[in-house]
């Protein structure tokens, strides 16, 4: 398949028309700016040869007719606040353009090309809600417990939009070869190895924790030191603590991140009485989370009790690492050879629909360059160059599991 080069960069830049602000884009979930987005995709994937709807979770789903098999190309097109045009957007214009050249050329005669925006992947009311309820795992009382940081349910916004009541699509895996998605690489790693593509390997699973030291306030001006009961101090000891831990006990695929700190009353004439700190770290493998997790409650129970303070640990999130499916991550590799593109193989770092996806098909995702490695705001950027050789590589993989599979 030739894919339309020209008209991939334009409908890139259509799409970001819908919430532009600087070089970026603000579309957060079930506003205006989301839905005229969606409405605009769907129109677009009619215009392709597709029956495309919006379903009842804000899913813009698109299916090649008078095929039994396809396979099923898509991202979202959710931004978050002051996010970046291409995160999430380009691998749903990516499947729309193989779909758009596959009906226009003729080819793939066995082979459909279905293509999908999850929606609320950044997690506005609830993260990975379209993937989730596309896979059967989003329940009504998901829905219904869902809000967003102004307390707004998703129930609320469903409605709103006008989604309330439609039927919800549902992955199908007797139709479903494969999942694919595509996406900007959102770090550092492919422009600093002078890599074009990357071979997503894993998905890294996500774990958070919120830890609390309780003290005592007192006037921090008459309070010797060796009597005060300092919630401050002592989280920042740990803090430093669980720093050294965690290199120790992590992968060299570990990061981790002290991302709010909080203390109490917050004056600076008073010993805090209460302060609290959100730990989170990531990996692609359960084991090394295990580990990280049990280094967390060590330190916690080493520092419980010092200056006396009492030290509580909460785990809030916990979410599984996914491996990819190593068929098609081989495939894509032979789609990079064919063209003589260097790659890499890697975990992302960031989640992804595609690990929802992966519980119920054989799934992967390719990786092209971030350019300063940003994203999740206004710089983020890629070239054109990467952009359409990214947009090349999935087509030929799908060329190539046509042929794999007798359906070419």
């Not at 919630?231 to 060299?252: K, P, Y």
Request: some cysteine; hydrophobic content about 40%.
């Amino acid at each position: 398949m030739q894919l339309n080069h020209t008209r991939l960069l334009n409908n890139l830049t259509q799409l970001a028309q819908f919430g532009k602000v600087e070089t970026g884009v603000n579309r957060l979930s079930f506003t205006s700016e989301d839905r005229a987005a969606r409405q605009w995709l769907v129109e677009q994937m009619r215009e392709a040869g597709l029956d495309a709807e919006i379903d009842g979770i804000g899913n813009v789903y698109g299916r090649t007719r008078g095929v039994d098999t396809a396979v099923l190309i898509g991202s979202h097109t959710d931004s978050v606040p002051k996010g970046g045009w291409l995160d999430g957007a380009m691998g749903v214009l990516y499947g729309l353009e193989v779909a758009r050249t596959r009906n226009e050329s003729n080819t793939l005669p066995g082979l459909g090309v279905d293509v999908i925006s999850f929606a609320d992947e950044e997690g506005t009311y609830r993260a990975l809600a379209g993937s989730l309820s596309f896979c059967g795992e989003l329940s009504d009382v998901d829905i219904k417990d869902a809000k967003n940081m102004h307390g707004v349910s998703l129930t609320h916004a469903l409605t709103e939009a006008g989604y309330a009541g439609q039927p919800r699509a549902r992955i199908d895996p007797s139709r479903h070869l494969a999942y694919f998605e595509g996406h900007i690489e959102q770090g550092p790693r492919l422009e600093v190895e002078g890599q074009k593509i990357g071979l997503v390997t894993a998905i890294v699973g996500i774990r958070r924790s919120r830890i609390t030291c309780t003290g005592q306030a007192d006037h921090a001006g008459t309070t010797p030191m060796h009597l005060r009961k300092d919630a401050g101090a002592v989280l920042i000891r740990l803090c430093a603590e669980l720093l050294n831990r965690f290199a120790n006990a992590g992968s060299e695929l570990s990061v981790w991140n002290l991302g709010h700190i909080v203390f109490e009353p917050g004056a600076g004439n008073v010993v805090p009485s209460l302060a609290q700190v959100l730990v989170e770290f990531r990996d692609p493998r359960p084991e090394v989370l295990d580990r990280l997790e049990a280094e967390i409650n060590a330190a916690v129970a080493e520092f419980h009790g010092q200056q006396g303070v009492s030290i509580e640990v909460a785990h809030l999130l916990s979410i599984a690492p996914a491996d990819m499916d190593a068929a098609l991550v081989d495939t894509i590799e032979a789609a990079t050879r064919q063209q003589a593109v260097p790659a890499l193989r890697m975990p992302s770092g960031a989640g992804h629909d595609a690990m929802v996806l992966s519980r119920y098909v054989p799934t992967a995702m390719l990786f092209i360059p971030s350019i300063g490695g940003r994203s999740h705001d206004v710089a983020e950027d890629t070239s054109a160059e990467d952009i359409c050789l990214g947009a090349d590589i999935l087509a030929d993989t799908v060329a190539l599991l046509a042929r794999q599979k007798g359906l070419a």
